[in-house]
């Protein structure tokens, strides 16, 4: 399946392999809401004492403390791929848990229809039934994701786009969402006036310059007042951290953040996103500030870069169209960002 | 009513005063969650150009962009506060639109019982249609919150806690939740393995010691490895920003979050969530360390101090209690964060 050749898939294939994946979405965010259920039912009668935590949450560590897996992250993912398997053996399979248990996070998706799949996003919020945890599922073809379905179970909502039609909450509301004020143009002052979504994520090394201060120093001029911070302050309305790439994907997507910026993070827990957020008329492109950022030409981010910036859908404005008033804010965020160090294979 | 006598209500009193504020929690909640769906549809046929954002939306500026107001927050307020006035009328009212009206913002909670109430938490969230708001009811007396209704409608949660009657969750289900592993003991190794909630808040002035600044040294000591940040790095197991306070206080009180540390917000902000936090069996005390950490008495956070940090419900450990878990926490987090500067009346 390592070919690399154009690959078509036809209008008629796309629709049918489409619901198969919202229905596909919609039953393993039912398995991961059951086993939080189950697992509440089975407490019910005491607190767990330090011997009494269920098997379900029994955490394995595989990076350090900050990156685990749990049981269901697993049942989960291989509920997906074998109903994958089944209704399409020829395509090909990238999944978070599998890819773990191999030597290497080479990128391994060819231009061949690959199924990119993160079972549980947000685990940490899932073991502490934290409503921010979805189940993420992806078809990239030709490097594309041309397919995306993202679902929060407890937040019953199920994120779902098809190239060419649209993005969409619940099946029924497209999005983004009319009726949040992240839907109209780019505001002048941008970043002022914008909501701001990063995420801390796993690289806590206290190196100098390492990514954690890189991260850190950025947020800070994104949040601090017009002015501050030599000039690069961007006095952002909000400042969110989910814990969840994929939901902080879904949500720009949506409307509901407008801006998400990010390093670190694995094509399992982006490409369903993109999808999202390319077909409701969002921008991604690379976290990473250009040498020259005025004149650099704004290129979609690469699945497998691990550096992602993201604007939200905008509406044309009165001076200049949607994707200018876009770009317009990619470039004021990289004004204010650091570049990030995340190689493949890395941490 | 500002009289400095010890209040009582019987039993019959409260019940019946909650059943009232639940009630009055979840219409509140039903309109602002009619106001958003009226804004969408409203928005069906086309995007919003730059002159036609409703009306809803429209946000005055407070104190600064960071600290909006929207149409809905006032109608909202006045809604609970006639409710209120119909039914209790010799109870107090602090809310938090009437209350920015006036010119200071001194502390106006007396003994007597009187309804502290914060009509939409989260407005920058609820204008983005982001699913993280809520209304906040809670009565006070003698100056403690003895009932709490925190209702986020998009989320289908309402959190409500009445004094000796435990906290719950969609009135069916005890909180904190069994079933999450923030409700076991304090882990050994706290603050590691633990979620860590914070918010950027609105003091967003470039002073090199500023409260800004402090908060970011506080949460990257949090953040950063064990051995990092010259002995302070406390490897949290994520960290967690989402935008409104009293939401904070609900998902420690579920044990979703494991600690909540912030300064800067209102009595209005936390005290029905200081009174879910506290029925659940968790923990609220200040945020500023004092001196001697080790061998400070860790006193309950004064409701208009402005400055909070709260440690989740937990179980007993097999070398020590509950509270001494917590005491140990709150004494970790101490070390791992500088004074914050907020006063009364101020910013």
């Given at each position: 399946?390592?070919?690399?050749?154009?690959?078509?898939?036809?209008?008629?294939?796309?629709?049918?392999?489409?619901?198969?994946?919202?229905?596909?979405?919609?039953?393993a965010?039912?398995?991961?809401?059951?086993?939080?259920?189950?697992?509440?039912?089975?407490?019910?009668?005491?607190?767990?004492?330090?011997?009494?935590?269920?098997?379900?949450?029994?955490?394995?560590?595989?990076?350090n403390?900050?990156?685990?897996?749990?049981?269901?992250?697993?049942?989960?993912?291989?509920?997906?791929?074998?109903?994958?398997?089944?209704?399409?053996?020829?395509?090909?399979?990238?999944?978070?848990?599998?890819?773990?248990?191999?030597?290497?996070?080479?990128?391994?998706?060819?231009?061949?229809?690959?199924?990119?799949?993160?079972?549980?996003?947000?685990?940490?919020?899932?073991?502490?039934?934290?409503?921010?945890?979805?189940?993420?599922?992806?078809l990239?073809v030709?490097?594309?994701?041309?397919?995306?379905?993202?679902?929060?179970?407890?937040?019953?909502?199920?994120?779902?786009?098809?190239?060419?039609?649209?993005?969409?909450?619940?099946?029924?509301?497209?999005?983004?969402?009319?009726?949040?004020?992240?839907?109209?143009?780019?505001?002048?002052?941008?970043?002022?006036?914008c909501?701001f979504?990063?995420?801390?994520?796993?690289?806590?090394?206290?190196?100098?310059?390492?990514?954690?201060?890189?991260?850190?120093?950025?947020?800070?001029?994104?949040?601090?007042?017009?002015?501050?911070?030599?000039?690069?302050?961007?006095?952002?309305?909000?400042?969110?951290?989910?814990?969840?790439?994929?939901?902080d994907?879904?949500?720009?997507?949506?409307?509901?953040?407008?801006?998400?910026?990010?390093g670190?993070?694995?094509?399992?827990?982006?490409?369903?996103?993109?999808?999202?957020?390319?077909?409701?008329?969002?921008?991604?492109?690379?976290?990473?500030?250009?040498?020259?950022?005025?004149?650099?030409?704004?290129?979609?981010?690469?699945?497998?870069?691990?550096?992602?910036?993201?604007?939200?859908?905008?509406?044309?404005?009165?001076?200049?169209?949607?994707?200018?008033?876009?770009?317009?804010?990619?470039?004021?965020?990289?004004?204010?960002?650091?570049?990030?160090?995340?190689?493949?294979?890395?941490?």
């Amino acid at each position: 399946m390592q070919v690399s050749r154009e690959h078509e898939l036809s209008d008629a294939e796309m629709s049918e392999i489409y619901s198969f994946a919202v229905q596909l979405g919609r039953q393993a965010g039912a398995i991961l809401q059951d086993s939080l259920l189950t697992r509440r039912s089975d407490g019910t009668e005491a607190q767990y004492g330090t011997s009494q935590i269920p098997e379900e949450l029994v955490m394995e560590e595989k990076l350090n403390a900050v990156d685990i897996v749990t049981k269901t992250d697993n049942e989960v993912e291989e509920f997906i791929h074998s109903k994958i398997r089944e209704r399409y053996p020829s395509h090909a399979f990238v999944g978070e848990e599998l890819y773990s248990k191999g030597s290497s996070k080479e990128y391994l998706v060819s231009n061949a229809p690959t199924w990119v799949v993160d079972p549980l996003d947000g685990t940490v919020n899932f073991t502490h039934c934290f409503p921010m945890f979805c189940v993420s599922i992806a078809l990239v073809v030709n490097q594309k994701p041309v397919i995306g379905v993202v679902y929060a179970p407890l937040l019953n909502q199920m994120f779902s786009a098809c190239r060419g039609k649209g993005a969409w909450l619940n099946e029924t509301t497209r999005l983004p969402l009319l009726g949040s004020v992240g839907v109209g143009p780019i505001p002048k002052n941008a970043p002022k006036q914008c909501v701001f979504s990063c995420e801390w994520g796993k690289d806590r090394r206290d190196l100098p310059d390492g990514n954690l201060h890189r991260k850190v120093d950025s947020f800070l001029n994104m949040a601090a007042e017009v002015g501050g911070r030599d000039g690069k302050g961007g006095m952002v309305h909000g400042v969110r951290s989910l814990g969840s790439a994929t939901l902080d994907l879904a949500y720009t997507a949506m409307g509901a953040f407008d801006i998400w910026w990010e390093g670190g993070c694995w094509e399992w827990d982006v490409a369903a996103g993109i999808c999202l957020l390319q077909e409701a008329g969002g921008l991604i492109t690379t976290a990473n500030p250009p040498e020259n950022i005025d004149a650099a030409t704004i290129e979609d981010a690469k699945l497998g870069g691990r550096l992602y910036l993201a604007v939200r859908p905008a509406a044309d404005g009165l001076e200049e169209t949607a994707r200018q008033g876009q770009e317009r804010l990619v470039r004021e965020v990289w004004r204010r960002v650091r570049r990030l160090e995340y190689s493949r294979p890395g941490v």
